[in-house]
């Protein structure tokens, strides 16, 4: 007989008929993850179970967006596969399936285990990833080591798109002013923490060189306490700009904001890195540097083809996507409800199309055969 736990009153039972919960793997401030083991497949999995996402407007529309890019993206090699999407009995709560990753880059780092050859192979997978990302006019906007997940061989996969957002690449100028609160403090563009919404995918590389040199230090780079302090850190290491760099980040603060701070004396990369290769504070340089416009801070197809990852580097496997169109405006708030149904709609379109791929498969075992080889088929949320 099954043992009541606490988490049975946390996990609905229509989810624990499907799952076996192993043991919590993390907590956030709105869910909490647990590894479990699927009754049918026998394979492991992690589940997430999002608390009332639904019942609040700004909640329901970060869910929705995270949802529809996740089911977009799916399917590249270093992005996350979601499997299921369940809805809770309350209408409120939702829980979504993912593989299962044994680890993170968080407790990698502070495990102090990583040799040159991986951390250059995770930032060739990360910019590998990045390139999928930003090529369907997505910003991911919450690069760090916990979102970054590992299993034993050193693959990585990209999670947590709660945050991404869509952003018009071909009308960056006039793009729409966006939500200045992006990501983790620690790993935030410095165009941002200079009070910038007009920003654009160069976040996501500026956040890449500080995940690198978080790897190479064992520590975070920039460790700010607030967000003048995180800024005291970055001029700490890359000076204080110019007046064109200042301009660059398109802040009508920024200029007041500097004026404010203490003048520091910058402490070079090569002191900050001692023992790191010629390449390696080249990439670091083009990552942490102020002007986020190409030619300045590297692109990740400009990173692709650093010499830092040369040895990993093969374009015909570095796919694009095409441009995601989220169905639901995303410079528009609707109603709760209105996600609600934006989301079910999409599960239930999944299902259709999952179920009619397996059927053709069935009817021509000879396109199955061929299938063995090859990834697994999408999964129905």
Same mark, same amino acid.
């Given at each position: 007989? $099954?043992?009541?736990?606490? #988490? ?18 993390? *907590?956030?401030? $709105? ?52 499997? $299921? ?14 593989? +299962? ?13 990583? #040799? %040159?050859?991986? #951390?250059?192979?995770?930032? +060739? ?19 760090? &080591? ?15 798109? =709660?945050? !991404? ?15 200045? +609160? ?6 935030? !563009? ?6 910038? #919404? ?8 500026? !956040?890449?060189? /500080? ?29 204080? %700009? ?8 398109? =802040?009508?603060? !920024? ?6 701070? &203490? ?7 090569? @002191?900050?890195? %001692? ?13 942490? /540097?102020? *002007? ?25 496997? @570095?796919?694009? =996507? ?51 080889? @090859? @990834?697994?088929? &999408?999964? &129905?949320?």
């Amino acid at each position: 007989m $099954h043992k009541r736990t606490d #988490t049975d009153e946390i996990v609905g039972k229509h989810v624990l008929r499907r799952l076996e919960l192993c043991h919590r793997i993390g *907590n956030g401030a $709105h869910g909490m993850v647990w590894k479990a083991i699927e009754k049918r497949t026998r394979r492991a999995v992690a589940v997430k179970k999002c608390f009332n996402v639904l019942s609040r407007v700004r909640d329901a529309q970060q869910m929705y967006r995270e949802i529809m890019y996740l089911h977009r993206l799916t399917g590249h090699d270093n992005i996350i596969n979601m499997q $299921h999407v369940i809805l809770a009995g309350n209408g409120q709560d939702m829980y979504i399936t993912f593989e +299962y990753m044994q680890t993170d880059m968080y407790a990698v780092i502070r495990a102090a285990i990583l #040799t %040159p050859i991986h #951390t250059k192979y995770i930032v +060739y997978q990360l910019l590998k990833a990045l390139k999928f990302i930003h090529s369907a006019g997505v910003v991911h906007r919450d690069i760090k &080591p916990s979102n970054l997940l590992l299993n034993d061989d050193c693959h990585l996969k990209v999670c947590d798109f =709660s945050l !991404a957002r869509t952003l018009d690449l071909d009308q960056l100028a006039t793009e729409a002013p966006l939500t200045g +609160y992006v990501g983790t403090r620690w790993y935030r !563009a410095i165009e941002l923490l200079l009070g910038s #919404t007009h920003y654009t995918v160069a976040i996501d590389v500026w !956040a890449v060189g /500080c995940v690198y040199a978080e790897m190479l230090l064992g520590r975070p780079v920039f460790p700010g306490a607030s967000t003048t302090g995180q800024i005291v850190k970055i001029l700490e290491l890359i000076g204080r %700009p110019s007046i064109q760099e200042i301009e660059s980040v398109n =802040s009508a603060y !920024a200029s007041t904001l500097l004026d404010m701070l &203490p003048i520091v004396r910058p402490v070079s990369f090569v @002191e900050m890195f %001692p023992n790191v290769s010629a390449e390696a504070l080249n990439f670091l340089s083009q990552c942490l /540097c102020y *002007n986020p416009k190409r030619g300045n801070r590297c692109s990740v197809i400009d990173g692709l083809r650093h010499p830092l990852v040369a040895e990993f580097h093969d374009a015909d496997d @570095e796919p694009s =996507s095409t441009k995601i169109c989220l169905g639901l405006n995303d410079k528009q708030l609707f109603r709760a409800i209105e996600y609600q149904r934006a989301i079910c709609d999409a599960v239930s379109k999944r299902k259709l199309t999952a179920r009619k791929l397996e059927r053709a498969l069935m009817a021509n075992p000879a396109r199955t055969i061929l299938m063995e080889n @090859e @990834e697994t088929l &999408p999964e &129905p949320f």
